[in-house]
């Protein structure tokens, strides 16, 4: 019987917490670009306004939806509760669409590795350009909207975390593709949830040490390298070089491993690592604490996975070539 009214109370509790999200979050949706045709919009999450928060001035984090740059929605109910988490911390959240360069690409078995690294490029090429216009947009109503202009940060789920840190690596670089952020302006941070960054010039190169970056990734995913693959000067390189790259720099950054673990990573801190998310804002973002973190997790008994992959096996998991 005591199990039961406790297991009674933590449903209460749930349902409770749930009602206040629907109560006192609000969600708003804005068309920030017209392209190809199509209108790109955002939705904007916050708290309702009230005495209490009507002045207080908030980080906003921007967040790209995962899907093989083929597929995906800004408002994927995989995503929702987690965003409204995130308001509940005290964050805003503005949520992304990008046009999709894989989408509509037919057969994935005629895809070599040579259009592939086409099809790629061009695709985080246009997501890019989606998150600088999408940002711009809303670094225009951050005194509207209650922004801190200084705390701007980035968060991606598999494509979105590609390219979410494809960003903070162009502004590092002086792309051309930064020119259409506010001039001087970078994110606060980069959070990714199993990325990577494509080269077709070898290895990464960073001109300028980047904002903080926090990564999560297992490392027996198939479909997001963990550490890096290469053909001749073609690359994918996953959060543990990232990682160590960064260590290299001497900047600060935060990195969460997942022994034994695939693709899920992508989403899977959405829900379980809330803590650590909210850990790395509060502590290299805002507190600017001058830290580097690898940490991680490994489940007790898991069968071992494979974990040694090719460049074709990834193009094969992604687009079943």
């Given at each position: 019987?005591?199990?039961?009214?406790?297991t009674s109370l933590l449903v209460s509790l749930?349902?409770?917490?749930?009602?206040?999200?629907?109560?006192?979050?609000?969600?708003?949706?804005?068309?920030?670009?017209?392209?190809?045709?199509?209108?790109?919009?955002?939705?904007?999450?916050?708290?309702?306004?009230?005495?209490?928060?009507?002045?207080?001035?908030?980080?906003?984090?921007?967040?790209?939806?995962?899907?093989?740059?083929?597929?995906g929605e800004r408002d994927g109910e995989q995503?929702?509760?987690?965003?409204?988490?995130?308001?509940?911390?005290?964050?805003?959240?503005?949520?992304?669409?990008?046009?999709?360069?894989?989408?509509?690409?037919?057969?994935?078995?005629?895809?070599?590795?040579?259009?592939?690294?086409?099809?790629?490029?061009?695709?985080?090429?246009?997501?890019?350009?989606?998150?600088?216009?999408?940002?711009?947009?809303?670094?225009?109503?951050?005194?509207?909207?209650?922004?801190?202009?200084?705390?701007?940060?980035?968060?991606?789920?598999?494509?979105?975390?590609?390219?979410?840190?494809?960003?903070?690596?162009?502004?590092?670089?002086?792309?051309?593709?930064?020119?259409?952020?506010?001039?001087?302006?970078?994110?606060?941070?980069?959070?990714?949830?199993?990325?990577?960054?494509?080269?077709?010039?070898?290895?990464?190169?960073?001109?300028?040490?980047?904002?903080?970056?926090?990564?999560?990734?297992?490392?027996?995913?198939?479909?997001?390298?963990?550490?890096?693959?290469?053909?001749?000067?073609?690359?994918?390189?996953?959060?543990?070089?990232?990682?160590?790259?960064?260590?290299?720099?001497?900047?600060?950054?935060?990195?969460?491993?997942?022994?034994?673990?695939?693709?899920?990573?992508?989403?899977?801190?959405?829900?379980?690592?809330?803590?650590?998310i909210c850990s790395f804002i509060d502590k290299?973002?805002?507190?600017?604490?001058?830290?580097?973190?690898?940490?991680?997790?490994?489940?007790?008994?898991?069968?071992?996975?494979?974990?040694?992959?090719?460049?074709?096996?990834?193009?094969?998991?992604?687009?079943?070539?």
């Amino acid at each position: 019987m005591g199990k039961r009214i406790i297991t009674s109370l933590l449903v209460s509790l749930f349902v409770s917490i749930s009602l206040f999200a629907d109560e006192y979050i609000d969600k708003q949706t804005y068309v920030y670009s017209v392209k190809d045709g199509s209108s790109l919009k955002l939705d904007r999450y916050y708290l309702k306004d009230d005495e209490a928060v009507a002045v207080k001035v908030t980080p906003c984090i921007v967040f790209m939806f995962g899907g093989g740059f083929a597929a995906g929605e800004r408002d994927g109910e995989q995503y929702v509760d987690y965003f409204h988490k995130l308001v509940e911390k005290g964050y805003q959240v503005v949520s992304i669409d990008y046009r999709l360069g894989m989408k509509n690409i037919g057969d994935g078995s005629q895809i070599d590795p040579m259009r592939f690294a086409a099809l790629l490029t061009n695709s985080i090429t246009m997501a890019v350009e989606d998150l600088f216009d999408a940002t711009t947009f809303v670094y225009n109503h951050a005194d509207d909207w209650n922004l801190e202009k200084d705390e701007f940060i980035t968060n991606g789920s598999s494509a979105g975390a590609v390219a979410v840190l494809h960003g903070e690596y162009a502004i590092c670089n002086k792309s051309k593709l930064a020119e259409k952020l506010p001039q001087g302006f970078n994110y606060a941070g980069t959070i990714a949830f199993a990325g990577a960054i494509f080269s077709t010039s070898g290895d990464l190169k960073w001109q300028t040490a980047p904002s903080p970056i926090q990564m999560f990734h297992g490392d027996a995913d198939r479909n997001v390298p963990f550490d890096k693959t290469e053909m001749l000067q073609v690359g994918l390189y996953g959060s543990k070089h990232i990682a160590k790259q960064l260590q290299e720099l001497n900047t600060p950054y935060y990195f969460y491993k997942v022994e034994n673990a695939a693709h899920e990573i992508a989403e899977r801190p959405m829900k379980e690592n809330i803590n650590e998310i909210c850990s790395f804002i509060d502590k290299l973002i805002i507190g600017k604490d001058n830290l580097m973190i690898n940490t991680g997790e490994v489940e007790i008994g898991k069968p071992e996975m494979k974990k040694d992959f090719e460049l074709m096996d990834y193009i094969k998991a992604n687009f079943g070539g």
